[in-house]
């Protein structure tokens, strides 16, 4: 099955600034989608773009998606210390069934 | 607001023993899903079901079983606990592809298992 891969897989910044993750993958896609995780907990979703789109905002987060490169980058501005987490890309395929396959991980820690 | 509710939140159990994961979801989703989660391995999906009593084997079904009688609930059944079976368990639901063109997944808390 097709697999996310998020790059680079820690990142640490200052309170304030931005964060950018990239994300590669396989094969075609229906949708991409960013998650979040604080540590222990749950993953909660954060934006999905479709492929047919190629730049989506919500709020902070700044989602672009090439599929002829078969990436993404998620980009979060004005980092603040409950940014800190672990950021998840997922990829949802073109037909069938409703699994995601995700990506292993971007590690972030905003610095207060 | 969705939830996805996780029995357990911390679960210790010895080699050997018969495990109960249970999930509930109170959105009417039509699909629930089981992964676990272990250090630098990400998620990885253990079983998924798209109806009740219909069930998919996902990427690591080896040494679990699953059970859905009713649509709100998913259970996951470890049939003989081992010590490699010690890890994060996630459960996740999301509507079916034809009630929504969104695969959005909502997870629950997760439990921690540990076999000793």
């Known amino acids: 099955s097709q697999q996310g891969e998020e790059d680079p897989q820690a990142l640490s910044i200052q309170e304030g600034e931005n964060a950018t993750m990239n994300c590669s993958y396989k094969t075609s896609i229906n949708n991409l989608q960013w998650y979040r995780q604080n540590s222990g907990r749950g993953l909660v979703h954060l934006i999905l773009?479709?492929?047919?789109?190629r730049e989506k905002h919500s709020g902070r987060l700044r989602v672009t998606l090439d599929t002829s490169k078969k990436s993404s980058s998620l980009l979060i501005t004005a980092s603040r210390a409950a940014d800190t987490a672990s950021y998840f890309c997922a990829t949802g395929p073109p037909y069938g069934n409703n699994r995601l396959a995700f990506g292993k991980g971007n590690q972030v820690v905003v610095i207060p | 607001d969705v939830k996805v509710t996780q029995s357990s939140r911390y679960l210790v159990k010895r080699t050997g023993e018969k495990v109960f994961l249970e999930c509930v979801q109170d959105m009417d989703h039509e699909n629930m899903f089981w992964y676990r989660q272990d250090p630098g391995l990400g998620l990885r999906l253990i079983y998924f079901?798209?109806?009740?009593?219909?069930?998919e084997k996902g990427d690591i079904p080896e040494g679990y079983s699953v059970s859905r009688e009713k649509k709100e609930r998913f259970s996951l059944i470890l049939e003989s606990a081992s010590t490699n079976q010690t890890s994060m368990y996630l459960c996740?639901?999301?509507?079916?592809?034809?009630?929504?063109?969104?695969?959005?997944?909502?997870f629950g808390a997760g439990t921690r298992l540990s076999v000793l």
């Open positions: 996740a639901s999301s509507f079916a592809l034809g009630k929504s063109t969104k695969n959005i997944q909502y």
């Open positions: 079901s798209y109806d009740v009593k219909m069930k």
């Open positions: 773009i479709r492929s047919n789109e």
